[in-house]
């Protein structure tokens, strides 16, 4: 069994219902770990910063980085753990803007759960705020990015159904309680 079996990541492109999903889990009892990327665009927003992804993507990615690892050593809990992006979302965005990526962003890809959860694009529940200005069809792209990416780094991932918050945290809970990989 894999030492990192209670740390499981939700991906997807922006506007899929990650928080909101990580939310309900949370309610339910499970640590939960937000999403770095939005909270490093808030930070950046208030100081007039430009470590966002549109402007300087790699300054972004390594305090991404940086930050996500220091989640990994906050997942304290013998129980199931739940992160909003993992690693190898990192790495998915970078080649999605055409940089190279530093080889520290593989070596702790592998300290999650082999399962991943991916919240697919979904137009009636996306919207455009501060923090995730790219349209439908950037987020579109972005899945396919992030799916490519982590099925390249030897993840399976999980496609999420286009169901209500409480149903898709039962999916979750269901399937995690059938896999006798996990």
């Given at each position: 069994?894999?030492?990192?079996h209670?740390?499981y990541i939700?991906?997807g492109g922006?506007?899929s219902g990650k928080?909101?999903?990580?939310?309900?889990l949370?309610?339910?009892?499970?640590?939960c770990?937000?999403?770095?990327?939005r909270?490093v665009i808030?930070?950046?927003?208030?100081i007039?910063?430009?470590k966002?992804?549109?402007?300087?993507?790699?300054?972004?990615?390594e305090i991404c980085y940086?930050?996500?690892?220091y989640?990994?050593?906050?997942?304290k809990?013998e129980?199931?753990?739940?992160?909003?992006?993992g690693?190898p979302?990192?790495?998915?965005?970078?080649?999605?803007?055409?940089?190279?990526?530093?080889?520290?962003?593989?070596?702790?890809?592998?300290q999650?759960?082999k399962t991943?959860?991916?919240?697919p694009?979904w137009?009636?529940?996306?919207?455009?705020?501060?923090e995730?200005p790219?349209?439908?069809?950037?987020?579109k792209?972005?899945?396919?990015?992030l799916?490519n990416?982590y099925e390249?780094?030897?993840?399976?991932?999980?496609?999420l159904?286009k169901?209500?918050?409480?149903e898709r945290?039962?999916?979750?809970?269901?399937?995690l309680?059938t896999d006798?990989?996990?």
């Amino acid at each position: 069994m894999n030492k990192y079996h209670n740390r499981y990541i939700i991906t997807g492109g922006p506007g899929s219902g990650k928080s909101t999903l990580l939310n309900k889990l949370s309610e339910q009892g499970y640590q939960c770990f937000e999403e770095i990327s939005r909270i490093v665009i808030q930070e950046q927003h208030q100081i007039g910063g430009d470590k966002v992804p549109w402007q300087n993507l790699s300054e972004f990615a390594e305090i991404c980085y940086e930050r996500m690892s220091y989640q990994l050593t906050e997942c304290k809990s013998e129980g199931k753990c739940f992160f909003d992006r993992g690693l190898p979302d990192i790495i998915a965005y970078v080649r999605r803007g055409g940089l190279t990526v530093p080889l520290k962003y593989f070596k702790k890809s592998d300290q999650y759960n082999k399962t991943v959860f991916l919240a697919p694009p979904w137009k009636e529940i996306f919207i455009n705020d501060a923090e995730r200005p790219e349209s439908f069809e950037d987020a579109k792209e972005i899945s396919v990015f992030l799916k490519n990416t982590y099925e390249e780094l030897g993840f399976t991932v999980i496609e999420l159904p286009k169901y209500s918050v409480a149903e898709r945290a039962q999916f979750i809970t269901n399937y995690l309680a059938t896999d006798n990989d996990s």
